[in-house]
Every structure is written in structure tokens, then in C-alpha cells.
């Protein structure tokens, strides 16, 4: 159960840091993460089953923790505050046949000291000194920080003089759920009663209802004091369904901590409602900008359309040829203002986001590509247009009647010179007939202006039908601006489903990790008795 609870927190860090980095969450909420504590007390041990006891002496600089330790062990294990001022490592002291097999990470090995013993009555404990946690060496804050994950009961150590020391009070109220508390009224051939009381009312105000305090006496000259049953007391913890019920409890703290992390992590990414706001949000904003770019383009469009005009001999040549020629440098449609315009039109979209709540930093990172893809897609669309309206310049009922005033320019004249021909033949036939005069010059005359009217006629009705280019090449341009920002328009809607796809993920993965956690929740809970000493250690 600790290896799944070791993963579950890895996991949730591993989440939190993608999170953050990816923008779904503040990255102040790091902080909450650095606060999981990852390991556990079984953590240290390859065969949990009848693992020892851990207890670690706790306490501030100068009120005897190294002292006690080797009042225990009946010998000098840890250095004392007469060679040294502060502790700077963590003294080990158990017995021969316990193995440690796994130290906590990013320990250093040269700040832990290892002391063994052959005692059979100690045999199932670890005791375990802390370094001084209120000195101004970072370091030792740092080695009781990776220790206290570890640690099922802490002895916290204080003395007369020191017993409101402010950074111990913090790091109690921050540990006191994960670990069983013993305490060490230490030095108290200086203390007062009425200083004993004191400490006894400062913790019930933390949640310890009748606290365990003993009054011990570090001297060179002994005097009676309640270290024996101090260690009476430690010994009797030191049994498999005391470690079962504290490891229990420390890792169920330790979940409860983790779920109200992870719930807040989901409450952050509850975004449903506003990210349902984001597609009208930029159909509005695109709106605006479409309409003002159609008032920029006025003047490009025309200078464009008279470029094409111009060379549309040309154009359609490699048209045909599979050529794509670019279009003339000066005359291009996509300038710095409308690249500026649309830029503006993304900012002030995912400003507006995140005025409703939006991460900013998602919304960017779909829509940057776009930056660069949409003067692409407009001058691939608009070119493409112009080509085509060039290929079949004018409407289709224009261009149904220029075909057919083109046929009527050969065909009339054709007939009309057919007719004047039979007629030239017919009246040739009569006049040896009849001896009369052949055709005369008002034949001539008549039948000249009829060939001339037929064949003028549907020549000046297809001059009058043809298309301007100019304006072919314009109604293209506006129909390829029109394609292309309906395009723009749907690449950005595809970006903003792309990134409520990935708020889903996240929530999805947010969820998982509840699960897992819900999981380890419900697993087999060892009650502790209300008689038992266990339960004026732990605070409820």
C-alpha cells in the first residue's frame, strides 16, 4: 500500500508540473505540491512484516535530544551539544539484525550516522536524532524534512526555556495528523510548574487532549526524573499491531491531504461553463475583424485585380501549363496591417478568455500556428479564385449569350453571303431566259449592307457582352477573401476545440488520480481503542 501511495503522489506531481507548465493551472499552486510527502514510514523497509518501530527525537538547538539518545543507549551515539552547538546529521541507533534498505531521497550519505546495538529488548525500535531544525543551516531543515515522512512516532523534545519556540510549534501543526507524539519536558531540574502546565494547555490548543509529557534530567548526577518510563513506554509501542495502526494512520493523514490537494486542483480546472462562452466569444470578435479587413482590403483588391487583368494572357498560360506564378510584390492583399490586425483580433480574444476565467496560455499555444497559417491561406485562396474567375470570366447567363453572339458572328454572314449568292445565280438563269438585264447595282448595294449588318451585328453584341477581366479578376479576389476567412474561421474554432479537448484530459486525469486516491481510502482500516495510551498520542 505505501508503494501505490509513493506512486499516486509521484503521479500527482508529475501532473501538477505539466499542468502548470502547460498554463491549465497557476503555477503558485506548485507550492500545494511540494507539500505531499511521498514517503512512508514502510518505505525504508524491502519486508514490511514486522518491520521496528521508528521514533526520532525532535527539537531546537540546545534542549538535550542528543543527550537522551545516548541516555537510551547506555552510550554516546550522538555528538552532544558540548562538542558542537547544533546537531548537523541524523544519528541511527538499532539493533544488528535490521536492515535498512532504502534511505529517503536526495539524502546526503555523509549526513547519516549509523550506530547498532545487540540489545534484545530494544530490538524492534529505531531511534532516530534529528538535526536541529531551528538552526540557521538550511540544511538541517532540509535532512528533518526528509525524514519526517518516515518517522511513526515523534518525541518532541523541549525544555524549560524553549517550550514556545515558534518554528517547533509550526512543524507541529503542520505534522501533527502523520505521526504519534510523545513529549520530553527535557532539563527539568530548571523547570517551573507552573512552565509544565503552560506547555500542557499550548497543546490541547493543538489538539492533543491529554498529551503525554515526560519530565526528564540529561545531568552527569542523576536525579529522578520519568525517563524510565519514557523508555517503558516506547518499548511497549514497538509491536506489529501498534507499527500496522500508526503506519495506517500516517498514510490515511497523508491521503486525506493528498484528496483536498486534488480537489483543489479540480475545483481550478472547473472551467465548463465559461469555456462553453469561448465560440460565440470569437464569432463576435471575428466579425469585427472580417468586417475591417474588407474595408482595408478596398484598395489592395483593386490594385491586385488590375495586376491580374494586366497579364492574364500570361496567367492562364501557366495555368494551363501547371505553373503557379506568385503575384506581383507590390500588389499583395496580406501587409503588415492586416497581419496586424489579426494579431490584435487573437489578443484581444484570449484577453477576453481570460477576463471569464479562461487560462490564458492554452488558448495561446492552439492559436499561434495560426499566425503563420493564415497569410498563407489567404493568398492561397485568393489566387486560386482569381484564376478560376479568369479561366471563365462574367456570370453564366453572360457568357451563355457571348457563345452564342459568337456563333451568330459566323453563321450570319455565312447565310446572309449564301443568299446573295443564290440570288446571283438564280437572276444569272432568268436573264438568258428572258433576255432581261442582269442584277443591278441596287442588288449590289443591298446585298453588301446585308453581309456587312450580319456579320456587325452579333460582332458588336459579343464585344458589348465580353467580361471585363478587371472585374472578374475583382469578384474573384472577393470570392477567394470570402473562402479564406471562413477557413480562418474554422482553423481557430478547430484550435478552441482542440484545447477543450485537452481541458477535458485534464480533468479526466485530475479525476483518475481521485479515484486512485478514494481507492487507497477505502482499503482495511485498523481502528484504535479509545483506552489505549496510542490514542492520547494522535491528534483527531
Known amino acids: 500500500m505505501a508503494y501505490d501511495y509513493s506512486n499516486l503522489v509521484e503521479n500527482t506531481r508529475l501532473w501538477v508540473r505539466q499542468a502548470a507548465a502547460a498554463g491549465w493551472i497557476d503555477p503558485e499552486m506548485l507550492e500545494q505540491e511540494k507539500t505531499l510527502q511521498a514517503g512512508t514510514p514502510n518505505a525504508l523497509f524491502t519486508e514490511v512484516q514486522g518491520r521496528p518501530l521508528l521514533a526520532a527525537f525532535m527539537g531546537g538547538t540546545g534542549v538535550g535530544k542528543s543527550s537522551l539518545l545516548n541516555r537510551l543507549a547506555g552510550k554516546a551515539v550522538a555528538r552532544t551539544g558540548i562538542e558542537r552547538p547544533t546537531s548537523r546529521e541524523v544519528t541511527l541507533f538499532h539493533h544488528r539484525s535490521v536492515a535498512l534498505q532504502h534511505l529517503p531521497e536526495n539524502l546526503p550519505i555523509a549526513s547519516v550516522k549509523i550506530a547498532q546495538h545487540d540489545d534484545e529488548a530494544k530490538r524492534h525500535i529505531v531511534w532516530i536524532d534529528m538535526p536541529d531544525f531551528d538552526s540557521i543551516d538550511q540544511n538541517n531543515r532540509h535532512l528533518v524534512l526528509e525524514w519526517l515522512p518516515h518517522i511513526d512516532v515523534l518525541i518532541y523534545v523541549v525544555s524549560p526555556e524553549r517550550y514556545r519556540d515558534e518554528k517547533a510549534w509550526r512543524l507541529l501543526l503542520a505534522e501533527g495528523a502523520r505521526h504519534a507524539w510523545l513529549f520530553v519536558l527535557n532539563q527539568w531540574d530548571r523547570g517551573q510548574v507552573e512552565q509544565f502546565e503552560d506547555f500542557k494547555r499550548q497543546l490541547g490548543k493543538a489538539g492533543f487532549v491529554e498529551p503525554i509529557i515526560f519530565k526528564t534530567i540529561c545531568a552527569e548526577e542523576r536525579q529522578p526524573d520519568e525517563f524510565a518510563e519514557l523508555a517503558e513506554t ?8 501498534t507499527v500496522r495502526q500508526l ?24 472551467k465548463e461553463a465559461a469555456l462553453m462562452t469561448v465560440a460565440p466569444l470569437w464569432q463576435q470578435q471575428w466579425q469585427r475583424t472580417v468586417h475591417l479587413l474588407q474595408e482595408g482590403f478596398t484598395w489592395p483588391v483593386k490594385q491586385l485585380a488590375n495586376y491580374y487583368a494586366e497579364h492574364a494572357v500570361g496567367l492562364l498560360t501557366n495555368l494551363a501549363a501547371g505553373k503557379y506564378p506568385s503575384a ?6 496580406w501587409d503588415p496591417w492586416a497581419k496586424t490586425r489579426f494579431d490584435d483580433a487573437l489578443d484581444e480574444f484570449v484577453l477576453q478568455a481570460e477576463q471569464r476565467g479562461i487560462p490564458a496560455l492554452p488558448l495561446k499555444q492552439q492559436l499561434a500556428p495560426l499566425r503563420d497559417k493564415a497569410p498563407k491561406i489567404i ?17 453564366a447567363l453572360q457568357r451563355t449569350l457571348l457563345s452564342a453572339a459568337r456563333i451568330a458572328e459566323i453563321l450570319l454572314p455565312l447565310a446572309a ?15 438568258n431566259q ?17 453581309v456587312a449588318i450580319s456579320w456587325l451585328t452579333p460582332w458588336f453584341i459579343a464585344k458589348k457582352l465580353k467580361p471585363s477581366l478587371k472585374a472578374s479578376a475583382q469578384r474573384g479576389l472577393q470570392k477567394g477573401l470570402t473562402l479564406a476567412f471562413a477557413m480562418i474561421d474554422g482553423e481557430v474554432m478547430a484550435a478552441i476545440d482542440q484545447a477543450k479537448g485537452l481541458h477535458a484530459e485534464q480533468q479526466r486525469q485530475v479525476g483518475d488520480l481521485l479515484s486512485q486516491c478514494a481507492a487507497l481510502e477505502n482499503s482495511e482500516k485498523i481502528a484504535i481503542e479509545s483506552s489505549s495510551p496510542l490514542s492520547r498520542m494522535l491528534i483527531e
Open 234 to 241: 516506547l518499548t511497549a509501542l514497538a509491536n506489529d499491531h
Open 247 to 270: 503506519e495506517q494512520r500516517g498514510l490515511q493523514a497523508r491521503l486525506d491531504v493528498l484528496r483536498q490537494t486534488l480537489e483543489h486542483y479540480r475545483q481550478a480546472l472547473a
Open 328 to 333: 506581383k510584390a507590390d500588389a499583395i492583399i
Open 379 to 395: 493568398e492561397t485562396q485568393s489566387e486560386l479564385a482569381v484564376r478560376q474567375a479568369l479561366a471563365n470570366p462574367g456570370n
Open 417 to 431: 453571303l449564301s443568299w446573295v449568292g443564290y440570288q446571283v445565280f438564280t437572276g444569272f438563269q432568268q436573264s
Open 434 to 450: 428572258t433576255h432581261s438585264a442582269y442584277l443591278g447595282a441596287d442588288f449590289l448595294i443591298h446585298s453588301s449592307l446585308m
